[in-house]
């Protein structure tokens, strides 16, 4: 059997969004529930876009759909830790992009949790598959290659 990869680092990421937990994503066991990291994750990663004027979720041409999506848990996280998203690039391709997160309790150097999400561009009309928007190309490998 394989060694599990050890938490990534605050250092494998360029781009941090605080994220206050709610006393609603705990979970009967105490701890934030896993359905809540999911809201995280396309939290930071649509955060990221619209604020920079890459995402126009209401009138864009294209638009990023989520494809693929998974969270490697390392240590729990609860109700009202204060955490931070780590947001990186870990592929660009031509019609899709996949991103690395890292879940980071309080000013904790290494990750509670790691996902993997991963947007295919569409045509908003037509579902089918466009190449990424050259701006939101070059703001990705700018900002986010690590």
């Known amino acids: 059997m394989a060694a599990r990869p050890a938490p990534a680092s605050r250092q494998d990421f360029r781009h941090f969004r605080p994220i206050t937990t709610r006393w609603l994503d705990n979970d009967v066991y105490g701890h934030v529930n896993n359905v809540v990291y ?7 990663v649509n955060g990221f876009l ?13 638009i990023g759909l989520v494809a693929e999506t998974g969270c490697r848990y390392h240590a729990s996280v609860s109700f009202p830790d204060a955490i931070e998203a780590g947001l990186g690039l870990t592929r660009l391709g031509s019609s899709s992009v996949e991103y690395r997160i890292g879940i980071f309790r309080h000013a904790d150097a290494t990750a509670a949790a790691e996902g993997r999400f991963v947007h295919v ?8 598959p466009v190449p990424v928007p050259e701006p939101v190309r070059q703001a990705l490998t700018a900002e986010l290659a690590v």
């Open 38 to 44: 999911y809201l995280w994750f396309d939290t930071v």
């Open 50 to 62: 619209i604020e920079r004027g890459l995402l126009d979720p209401v009138g864009g041409a294209a």
């Open 121 to 128: 561009y569409v045509d908003r009309q037509t579902r089918r």
